[in-house]
């Protein structure tokens, strides 16, 4: 046990850092805090307001529980359930994959692509593939007036996540949820998408043993891999995209580190679209390759 009787919250947070930090964790005071906050269901400035308040038994055999499963390589988010992202706290859990911060990046490119568009008598209409916990749909949802957005996933289990997240930030009518991989679930609707966005799997496969434990051992490997050399995804969805996509309808995808001229070449390589760009993060990452579909073309087949 590393929570003596007669303990306070101080002291608690203080012995948890301690041990998250000697087994190498990289925010140790933050997931102290956190675990903390889920568990005594109060908001952080709480801890350090009532920091002299000592905790009961059983609120200390709680806490040594959860720091446990942290010390184990159990995310902090799988351990409360939730995730913040865009400002929002979504539900998760093992089936999906943990929001991380460079996706808002995806939305913020969302959101000037949304600021080109000329006003329309229809809605915008989306498709989000992937769209594991829902985050990015409905993020989306949110900030896009007139949006209709469709988000689909390979997993039953995730876009169950999915429907409780949108029913809880209350955007459940602007979000279809269909089951499938890719294009699948769409395969009728040629010509129909103003934007299709994505975070697709993007790890190459001999990459995939080198992630943290945290990751390789607990978040869902189908939401990581990216095959052989982490590309599979963009040369499945670039070209096809095309199809579905609008007249000037715009494509836009999370990319992996240093990876954005390779995702831009299989854009060029596909010959169906324009005004190809690289949106950075704020450590000038780019993290977002986006494109508008060529004004003129036509595909056939």
Same mark, same amino acid.
């Given at each position: ?73 159990? $995310? ?22 943990? $929001? ?34 829902? /985050? ?63 975070? $697709? $799997? ?20 189908? /939401? ?33 580190? /240093? ?43």
């Amino acid at each position: 046990m590393f929570l003596h009787t007669s303990i306070r919250l101080e002291e608690a947070i203080q012995n948890a850092s301690h041990l998250f930090e000697e087994n190498g964790l990289t925010t140790p005071k933050l997931d102290a805090e956190i675990l903390l906050t889920h568990l005594l269901k109060v908001r952080k400035i709480d801890l350090y307001l009532d920091h002299l308040r000592y905790l009961s038994e059983e609120e200390a055999a709680g806490y040594e529980s959860l720091v446990h499963r942290r010390l184990q390589g159990e $995310p902090v988010s799988y351990i409360t359930g939730e995730k913040e992202f865009w400002s929002l706290d979504f539900m998760v859990n093992r089936h999906c994959l943990i $929001p991380r911060p460079e996706t808002e990046i995806l939305i913020e490119r969302a959101r000037e692509i949304f600021h080109t568009w000329k006003s329309s008598s229809h809605p915008y209409r989306i498709l989000d593939i992937g769209t594991g916990c829902g /985050a990015i749909a409905i993020c989306l949802a949110r900030e896009i007036p007139n949006a209709h957005i469709t988000a689909t996933d390979i997993s039953l289990d995730t876009l169950t996540v999915a429907k409780k997240n949108a029913e809880r930030h209350k955007v459940l009518e602007k979000i279809e949820f269909l089951r499938g991989k890719l294009f699948t679930p769409v395969i009728e609707r040629k010509g129909y998408y103003d934007l299709i966005i994505s975070n $697709p $799997p993007y790890i190459a496969r001999r990459d995939l043993e080198m992630l943290p434990k945290e990751i390789s051992e607990y978040e869902p490997r189908i /939401a990581l891999s990216g095959g052989d050399d982490g590309l599979d995804f963009y040369r499945s969805i670039i070209p096809e995209s095309i199809r579905y996509l609008a007249r000037e309808g715009w494509l836009s995808l999370e990319v992996g580190f /240093a990876e954005a001229h390779k995702v831009i070449e299989i854009v060029r390589e596909s010959k169906g679209f324009e005004e190809i760009t690289a949106k950075e993060d704020l450590s000038g990452i780019q993290r977002v390759v986006s494109a508008k579909k060529l004004t003129a073309f036509k595909f056939y087949g």
